[in-house]
């Protein structure tokens, strides 16, 4: 790592040429990330996809008129200098990440990225005495602004309100699918079938140690299992339901927090202090989960409060009853 970085060209060293170099190559590669993102985004995002198609395609125009500008003034041969050649150059982020990165982020990341790289021209130019390279690193930052404006009127023309409004329900509807539904089955999973062995270990044998080590061993039991159940039956190319990672990691970090709850309560010394404060947390989290199903899933709020409550409240009592006897 301090071999790469000793190894960088101060932005200052560098001439004109390789200034016009990088540029070069600073425009290519934000054409490919665009054009990625367009690709990434066109089945679910036509709108989105033809609005980024339109951004490559204007960064190649501008790498065309600096190519140009390079075979007047330096001759045919670029010199090879990348964004990782130059410390303290803006940088961007790996193309691959496009596969995991939400609608909302590609487009807030596309437009970090014309703001960093103005933001970057200017700081440049006002560090530079040579009244040339000023005037060529002001050409760059106006075209860097000038990206951000036709990038304004792609979404104009392309982006029209019903067609970022059915993009947002895809998307809406990808995050449901991939960490709300999960997380919720997670979240049910964890808070009611830990329930019965929490509160019948409680009340069996009134030792609020033996009590947090059951609660525990059955939350993080119960995570693990639904993790790997979530990721493992379903792949999620047919189904539409997102990354089985995803969906694995929200299901099991909820079941187990689920569990958790209801748990750590028997941190405390005293039985009853503690088991009043768990009952107090199982019923907060038998409400949440009403209201998340509600919320998300658009279920009656009064049916989510039966199914769930209802539900919940029979299997605590069976876990005293167990527990009690």
Do not use: C
Request: charged share 20%; no cysteine; net charge negative.
């Amino acid at each position: 790592m301090l071999s790469s970085l000793s190894s960088r060209r101060r932005f200052s060293d560098l001439s004109e040429q390789e200034i016009l170099a990088l540029a070069i190559s600073s425009e290519e590669d934000d054409a490919r990330i665009y054009r990625s993102y367009g690709e990434r985004l066109r089945a679910d995002y036509a709108a989105s996809a033809a609005v980024f198609d339109g951004m490559a395609a204007e960064e190649d125009g501008h790498r065309q008129r600096l190519i140009d500008l390079h075979r007047a003034r330096f001759g045919e041969v670029i010199p090879l200098i990348r964004r990782e050649h130059v410390a303290g150059f803006y940088a961007r982020k790996p193309i691959w990440l496009a596969e995991t990165l939400s609608l909302e982020t590609i487009r807030g990341e596309a437009q970090a990225m014309e703001h960093a790289a103005q933001d970057f021209y200017h700081r440049a130019a006002a560090r530079t005495s040579d009244a040339a390279t000023r005037k060529l690193l002001g050409d760059l930052a106006a075209a860097e602004a000038g990206h951000e404006r036709h990038a304004g009127r792609l979404e104009a023309e392309h982006l029209t309100d019903d067609a970022r409004d059915g993009e947002d329900q895809v998307a809406k509807r990808q995050f449901i699918l991939t960490w709300v539904q999960p997380g919720l089955a997670g979240l049910m999973d964890g808070s009611v079938s830990t329930l019965a062995p929490i509160f019948a270990t409680a009340f069996a044998t009134q030792n609020t140690h033996t009590t947090l080590l059951v609660g525990l061993a059955a939350s993080v039991g119960a995570g693990i299992s639904m993790g790997f159940t979530e990721a493992a039956h379903d792949d999620g190319v047919l189904s539409g339901r997102g990354s089985p990672l995803k969906r694995g990691i929200a299901s099991g970090v909820m079941t187990t927090l689920g569990g958790m709850g209801h748990a750590l309560p028997y941190l405390i010394p005293d039985f009853w202090t503690a088991t009043t404060i768990a009952m107090v947390v199982v019923f907060v989290e038998l409400w949440a989960i009403a209201w998340i199903q509600n919320r998300y899933m658009e279920t009656p709020f009064l049916r989510a409060a039966l199914q769930v409550v209802l539900g919940g409240a029979l299997v605590f009592a069976a876990g005293v009853l167990i527990g009690g006897g």
